[in-house]
């Protein structure tokens, strides 16, 4: 690729803090794919955390900090839909009442992805069939998570790379599409609608049959698997890089 495309990785909170391997898949997919990717050092929390429990003026001072780090005219690329429609959509609301913060904030809209849709939509890549060896035959089953859907509207490019994957079956869960209870603040505020939503998510993995359950969002994954592991479940949960690192 003579003339690169250039990007920054937005690793997320909840991978810089609990999965910083997740973010090194990440870049390491980009790499190989030719990206011109940077890391910003200045990046903290987008402030999603205290938007959605009500505190915007707590979330403002993070939003603007992040519109900081990542102001120009590079691609911001995050490993999950949830933060990056955090930024995309509902820095629009948050910032509705500053004109000068409002019009970044939409400026910058326009170059935010999550890691699926940035390599599909932006970088043009359907498929990640390699000549390399299959490690062994996979059974994926793919779990959508709410704000990556609902938001962004992104599904069938998670989808399509995962069945692209080589050594790799994919299998749909049965409620594929149905929120796994996470929520962020909404497992800690109602733990036992969360705990059934979840148990509801766990079955539905069970009867695929797979030996791993792939997102493209760590909060969703850690609470799936957190699940999986007090039950005794014996399937993997997986973010989409990872995956992809580990078979292209």
Not at 81 to 98: I, K, T
Not at 199 to 218: F, H, L, P, W
Not at 230 to 241: D, E, I, L, Y
Request: net charge negative.
């Amino acid at each position: 690729m003579t003339d690169a495309i250039r990007a920054s990785l937005f690793a997320t909170c909840i991978v810089d803090q609990f999965y910083p391997e997740v973010g090194e898949s990440t870049a390491r997919v980009l790499d190989r794919l030719g990206v011109d990717l940077d890391f910003p050092s200045k990046q903290t929390c987008c402030g999603q955390p205290a938007f959605n429990s009500g505190f915007w003026n707590d979330a403002k001072p993070l939003a603007k900090r992040f519109l900081d780090a990542f102001e120009g005219d590079r691609y911001v690329v995050a490993p999950s839909g949830s933060c990056a429609s955090m930024v995309r959509v509902y820095y629009a609301q948050l910032f509705q009442d500053d004109p000068e913060l409002l019009a970044r904030a939409q400026a910058m809209s326009s170059r935010v992805f999550e890691l699926t849709e940035f390599i599909v939509d932006v970088l043009g890549v359907n498929s990640l069939a390699s000549s390399a060896a299959s490690s062994g035959a996979r059974r994926v089953t793919y779990h959508g998570s709410c704000h990556l859907k609902r938001e962004l509207g992104v599904d069938s490019q998670p989808r399509a790379l995962l069945a692209s994957l080589p050594g790799v079956e994919t299998v749909d869960m049965p409620g594929s599409e149905v929120c796994c209870g996470f929520g962020g603040t909404f497992a800690v505020k109602y733990p036992e609608i969360s705990g059934a939503m979840l148990n509801d998510k766990i079955e539905g993995i069970r009867a695929t049959n797979a030996d791993s359950v792939v997102a493209c969002d760590m909060g969703c994954l850690m609470h799936i698997g957190g699940g999986m592991e007090r039950q005794g479940v014996p399937v993997r949960a997986t973010h989409v890089a990872q995956l992809i690192d580990e078979l292209t």
